[in-house]
Each structure stands twice: as structure tokens, then as C-alpha cells.
């Protein structure tokens, strides 16, 4: 039977991280298996491609800071264009219970020392003319934060990986793990069975498909997203941040010369569906006129709409790290809206917990994956 040190199962932006990583330090044979017969098609380039430091708990803060530093040079130290734009994000709420939100993270992004502003309702108006800032609270903005092409993150991630010596084997679907007693012995796919001892579980939104091959139940399911770009639109600046009203959840930023605009559909149920509904346009014109009433005039392009699935947990972090009661499963799953940007760092640490036993980079005790039988469980509100 043919070997491997390690497999991978999925070539998303996690995989392909996560490939490269252990692939940088010599892991030993690594063979990622990828069911599509090209690289992209899962979640990852569905992605508005949305990179912020600015979340709620420290372990999402910290796994951004270790990503960003790494985007910063992924261009040059990766050798692919991800066209990183370093823009900022925008934040901003009409609630006083949300602003006390914004406040406590706002401390917390200090304590780390990121250049994160704190706005005033008149600051918003000076900084964001394109908004509606009447009724609003409080804001921030981190010119850190930004966004990139989630595409160009994953090739630049295969392209490394594959240099250092990893395997992509596209059109490749695993169907099975094989084990003896309870340590992995391989993985069973449709193109014959690789005998390993360290099987990775990095099939996004159906990781906990993968994860029932070894007998596990984890709490990741698909939920569908979508986006939709207008047409050119030059009624705002050329250098926009992602723009994101914390009440609605709409949210925007440059695509081109055009906009992409974002919205999460309360009414939208667990679902597999990467159908693009036309009437989301309606749902989403609805906050983002009232918020952004310069939006009238723009024209959503609806050649240039579509869905995708974010992979869900209920407390918004992934799960990362050894699957306890399976010697030799390991986890790098359920990261919602957050894969993209949070792929660098889970790379490094999931190397780390493979390769060292522990996570070194980032303290993810946080995000073991039997906190929610613990019931140990932090919700990240900073979701989008
Ligand atoms: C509309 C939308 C907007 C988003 N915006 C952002 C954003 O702004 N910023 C951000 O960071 N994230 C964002 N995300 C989330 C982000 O796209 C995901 O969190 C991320 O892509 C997950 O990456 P992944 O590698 O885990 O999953 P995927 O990219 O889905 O990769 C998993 C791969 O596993 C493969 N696979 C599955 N099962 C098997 C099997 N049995 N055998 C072999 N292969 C298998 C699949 O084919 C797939 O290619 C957004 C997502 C959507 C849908």
C-alpha cells in the first residue's frame, strides 16, 4: 500500500497552509487530497477575501496578528500577488450596548498594541462622508486590517507547498479512514487506500463528514453567504476600508472599480445550497440604504453575485488541534467567516501540534476541539 507521513484532506486555504507549513519543515512525505479536480472550488474563493485584527477574543486576535505579519510579505516570501490592501476596516454601531462592545475590544487590540482608532460620532462623519452617521454611537478603525485575493492565497500557498516536496492530488476524494484499535492506520480514497499514522481533517464545510469517517461527531455545519458587486461606482473613494455597520451586519468595500457588498440573512438555515438567490438583492439593499443612501445610485451587477458556504460552529471559532479518544486525528476546521484570514496562523500551528505536540505561535487551548463537551465554550460576537 502506498505511504505517507502525513494526509491532508482538503486543498482549501487551510490545507494548502497547513500543507505548506509542515512541508517547510521537512514533515516527511505529505499528501493532500483534494475531491475537485481543480484547486478553489470549495469555500475559499467565495470568500469577500476580509483580513481585520479586530475581533472579540484574544485567540482570534492573535491568530490575525500572526497572519497579517505573514500577508504583509506574501507576496515577496511566497513568490504570488494576493494584492494585499491594507485599507483598514470600519466599524461602527447605532447601540450603546454594542458600543461598550467595541470599547472593551478596542482595549483589548491596545493592550496588543495595534493602531486601532476609537471614532466618535463626529469622527465617523469626518472620516466616513459616504455613510449615514446620525444616529451612530461610537466606531473603529484599524489601518492594518483590509482585504486580498483569497484566491491568490491558496495558489501561493499550493505553489510553495508543492516546491518543498507536498503532493496535491486533485480529482482525489478520501471516502474513509482506517483504524486499528484507536490510532489512525490510513485513509481510504477513491484512488486506493494511503497507509498514514496522521490524517488532517481540513475539508471546510464538510469537515464533519470527514471527521464521521473516524467515528466523530463535531459541531461544523455549511451555512450559505453571499455577495454582490455593482457595477463601476465612483460616488465613494477609490480607497475604501471594509465598511461594516455592526447593526445590520451590511457591509462593503472596493472591487475594482465597483463595490462588494455583503449581508448575513438571519433567516438563512444550515444548508449545503451554493445556489445564488436574486431576491438576497432586495433583502440587502434594504440596510444598505438606509445606511449608505449614496448606494441609490449604484447598480448591482447581478452577472457578478454569488454564494458560497461559511463552515459554522456555534461559538464562531474553529477547531483546532488533536481529536481527542483518535490518536493521529487532527483538526484544522470551523472557521466561518474567518478561514482567509486566519489561514497563515493555523498553517504555523497546526505544524506545531503535528511536528512539536503543542501549538508554540498562538495559545489555541481556546479552540481544542473537546470544548464543547467540556461545555467550556467562549462566543466570538464580532461576526459578520
Ligand atoms: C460569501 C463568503 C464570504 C467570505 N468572506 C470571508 C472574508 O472576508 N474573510 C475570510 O477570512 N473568510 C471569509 N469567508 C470564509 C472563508 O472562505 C472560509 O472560512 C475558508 O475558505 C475555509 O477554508 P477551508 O480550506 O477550510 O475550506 P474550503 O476552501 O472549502 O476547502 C475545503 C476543501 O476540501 C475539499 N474536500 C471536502 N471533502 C473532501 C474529501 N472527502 N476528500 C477530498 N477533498 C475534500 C473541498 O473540495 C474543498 O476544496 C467567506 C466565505 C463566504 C462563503
Not at 55 to 64: G, I, K, P, Y
Not at 366 to 380: C, I, K, N, S, T
Amino acid at each position: 500500500m502506498e505511504t505517507a507521513d502525513i494526509v491532508v484532506i482538503g486543498a482549501g486555504v487551510v490545507g494548502a497552509s497547513v500543507a505548506f507549513h509542515l512541508a517547510a519543515r521537512r514533515a516527511g512525505r505529505i499528501i493532500v487530497l483534494e475531491k475537485e479536480a481543480m484547486l478553489g472550488l470549495g469555500s475559499t474563493s467565495k470568500s469577500a477575501g476580509g483580513v481585520r485584527h479586530q475581533f472579540a477574543t484574544e485567540v482570534n486576535v492573535r491568530l490575525s496578528m500572526e497572519s497579517i505579519r505573514f500577508f504583509e510579505t506574501f507576496d515577496l516570501v511566497m513568490d504570488y500577488p494576493i494584492e494585499f490592501r491594507q485599507w483598514g476596516y470600519l466599524l461602527f454601531t447605532a447601540s450603546e450596548k454594542k458600543a461598550r462592545v467595541l470599547r472593551t475590544n478596542f482595549e483589548l487590540h491596545q493592550r496588543h498594541g495595534l493602531p486601532v482608532e476609537w471614532l466618535s460620532r463626529d469622527d465617523l462623519a469626518a472620516r466616513a462622508p459616504y455613510i449615514r452617521t446620525d444616529d451612530l454611537v461610537a466606531g473603529t478603525f484599524c489601518a492594518k486590517d483590509g482585504y486580498l485575493d483569497p484566491a491568490g492565497v491558496l495558489q501561493g500557498f499550493a505553489k510553495q507547498a508543492r516546491q518543498l516536496g507536498a503532493e496535491i492530488r486533485l480529482g482525489v476524494e478520501a471516502t474513509g479512514v482506517m483504524i486499528s484499535g484507536s490510532r489512525i492506520e490510513g485513509v481510504e480514497t477513491s484512488a486506493g487506500p494511503i497507509a498514514t499514522r496522521c490524517v488532517i481533517d481540513a475539508a471546510g464545510p464538510s469537515a464533519a463528514r470527514v471527521a464521521k469517517f473516524a467515528g466523530v461527531d463535531i459541531p461544523v455545519f455549511p451555512i450559505r453567504r453571499m455577495l454582490v458587486c455593482t457595477d463601476r461606482f465612483d460616488a465613494m473613494p477609490a480607497r475604501l476600508p471594509m465598511v461594516i455597520d455592526c447593526d445590520s451586519g451590511f457591509h462593503f468595500r472596493r472591487e475594482g472599480n465597483g463595490l462588494l457588498m455583503g449581508w448575513e440573512d438571519p433567516d438563512e438555515k444550515p444548508s449545503d445550497s451554493t445556489t445564488f438567490d436574486p431576491s438576497f438583492i432586495e433583502k440587502l439593499l434594504e440596510p444598505a440604504l438606509d445606511r449608505a443612501p449614496l448606494l441609490e445610485s449604484a447598480r448591482v451587477d447581478r452577472r457578478r453575485a454569488w454564494a458560497g458556504l461559511y463552515p459554522e460552529t456555534p461559538d464562531h471559532h474553529p477547531l483546532l488541534g488533536r481529536m481527542p479518544g483518535i490518536e493521529g486525528f487532527v483538526l484544522a476546521v470551523g472557521f466561518g467567516g474567518h478561514g482567509v484570514m486566519h489561514s497563515p496562523a493555523t498553517g504555523k500551528v497546526i505544524a506545531e501540534v503535528v511536528l512539536d505536540g503543542a501549538a508554540q505561535t498562538v495559545d489555541i487551548r481556546p479552540l481544542r476541539p473537546e470544548r464543547f463537551a467540556e461545555g467550556d465554550v467562549v462566543v466570538e460576537p464580532m461576526v459578520f
